[in-house]
């Protein structure tokens, strides 16, 4: 047991983790939140849901610019172990496709309920509304002073204030400010997990049409990242899981001043050569029918005339006799290949994760600690960590928040 006091800025998902284990040490914990209540940000995860682990979660489906950094904190409390802290506050979970943990309720606030209940009974002493301004420290003493003025002292800060993303949750970046007052350097900061824009005119009539293709990121004729799934059209580029997941690729293009494209792919089961048959044999069923009409059998209607009009078919409704190879060679090509330039993302706001953000080669990664300042932790998105869609997020949180709450109260 410790009689250490313990500042944790934030009371996000590492934060509220963090506050229950080093109050389980036994140390006092203050926990500063600027919002007027905790935890809003989970309530939003997983569509409601809190698709809070994947039990695939390793280092594969982490980034930044050591991904080996999060090994440090997982291995400790891996994907089981994070379960089991759940269950004893409560809470049953279960595994959906591609690994995603949810809780079997089906709704973020259990998880978020059990958390608020543990930290009340833990006794941390909980600060809302006040965002704190600065940190400093003095002597062996840390000293944070909030937007009210308040100043409060502690032995050791965990700084768990998020990154950037939905700034109207809560996480607007401050937290960077006060890690950089104390020294430390951020790798630069870019929206992740979030809508990729173009500038394709005839694309804005897709609008709504939804598909289940596959969406490749590739620049300089390489391919970054593909996924497959729902694949959503917007007026102002595409949206839908898969693209989430590509999506870091295009900021990182642009920062190194590379051309992202994206590369969607219609028919992701079938090959080109394929999808050649398939046209001709849909063009020979009745020589007489409109060409873009015969493909209403395996195309939404709306994709048809903005596809054909790419590949230079303006004579749309001309008899399918009129079609020639060159046509559908053209057609399958598109249909497997439709590459259309990227023009970035959609902003903070949209965004589901922040990519980049403190420096991870200055904290110890099995403590969470700062190299360069003895006290001071860091955990979840706030550090140069971000994760796939899927619940490697909420599981980076849940590590990470448990190792620094841990030992800081050690
Ligand atoms: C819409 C949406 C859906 C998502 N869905 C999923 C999902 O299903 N699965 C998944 O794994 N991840 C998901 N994520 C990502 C996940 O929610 C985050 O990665 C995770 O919450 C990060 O936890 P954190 O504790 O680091 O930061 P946050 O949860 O952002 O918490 C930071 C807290 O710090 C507070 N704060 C900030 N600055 C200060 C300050 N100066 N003083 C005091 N308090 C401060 C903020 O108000 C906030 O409450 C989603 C994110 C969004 C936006």
Redesign the pocket.
Same mark, same amino acid.
Not at 32 to 35: G, N, R
């Given at each position: 047991m410790t009689s250490k006091k313990i500042l944790i800025?934030?009371?996000?998902?590492?934060?509220?983790v963090a506050a229950i284990s080093a109050a389980r040490k036994g140390a006092e914990v203050v926990l500063?939140?600027?919002?007027n209540r905790?935890?809003?940000?989970?309530l939003? %995860?997983?569509?409601g849901?809190?698709?809070?682990?994947?039990i695939t979660a390793n280092r594969i489906h982490y980034h930044g610019e050591n991904p080996k950094f999060m090994e440090g904190a997982l291995s400790q409390v891996n994907v089981e172990e994070t379960l089991r802290f759940f269950q004893l506050l409560g809470l049953e979970t279960k595994v959906e496709e591609e690994g995603?943990v949810y809780p079997i309720s089906d709704q973020?606030s259990s998880v978020l309920d059990l958390l608020r209940y543990e930290v009340e009974k833990l006794g941390v002493h909980q600060i809302l509304g006040?965002?704190?301004?600065s940190l400093w420290k003095k002597d062996k003493q840390f000293v944070l002073e %909030?937007k009210s003025q308040a100043r409060i002292r502690g032995d050791a800060v965990i700084l768990? %204030?998020?990154?950037k993303?939905?700034p109207k949750?809560?996480?607007?970046?401050?937290?960077y400010?006060?890690g950089k007052s104390l020294g430390h350097l951020l790798t630069p900061v870019f929206p992740a997990?979030v809508q990729i824009k173009w500038d394709h005119r005839s694309f804005r009539s897709l609008k709504g049409v939804k598909i289940q293709g596959s969406i490749a990121l590739v620049s300089e004729g390489k391919i970054l990242r593909k996924e497959m799934g729902e694949v959503l059209f917007t007026d102002y580029g595409v949206s839908g899981p898969p693209v989430l997941q590509v999506s870091r690729g295009v900021q990182e293009c642009l920062q190194n001043n590379k051309v992202p494209w994206v590369v969607l792919d219609f028919f992701p089961q079938a090959t080109e050569e394929k999808l050649y048959e398939t046209l001709w044999m849909l063009v020979s069923l009745d020589g007489k029918k409109p060409f873009d009409f015969s493909l209403i059998g395996i195309l939404n209607k709306k994709v048809i005339p903005v596809i054909l009009k790419e590949i230079g078919i303006n004579n749309m409704k001309k008899p399918c006799e009129e079609a020639t190879d060159k046509d559908l060679r053209r057609l399958a090509k598109i249909l497997k290949n439709c590459g259309l330039q990227s023009t970035g993302t959609l902003s903070w706001e949209d965004?589901?994760? %922040?990519a980049g953000g403190i420096r991870t080669d200055e904290v110890h990664s099995k403590t969470l600690e700062s190299k360069k300042i003895k006290g001071l932790y860091f955990?979840?998105?706030?550090l140069d960590v971000?994760?796939d869609?899927?619940?490697?997020?909420?599981?980076?949180?849940w590590s990470?928040?448990i190792i620094a709450g841990e030992k800081a109260a050690e």
């Open positions: 800025v934030g009371g996000g998902a590492s934060g509220l500063i939140e600027s919002q905790v935890g809003k940000k989970i939003a %995860t997983g569509n849901r809190c698709n809070l682990s994947n995603k973020g006040d965002p704190v301004t %909030t768990a %204030t998020g990154g993303s939905t949750l809560g996480s607007n970046g401050s937290g400010d006060l997990l965004s589901q994760v %922040t955990a979840g998105e706030i971000d994760g869609c899927g619940g490697f997020n909420l599981q980076w949180a990470s928040g």
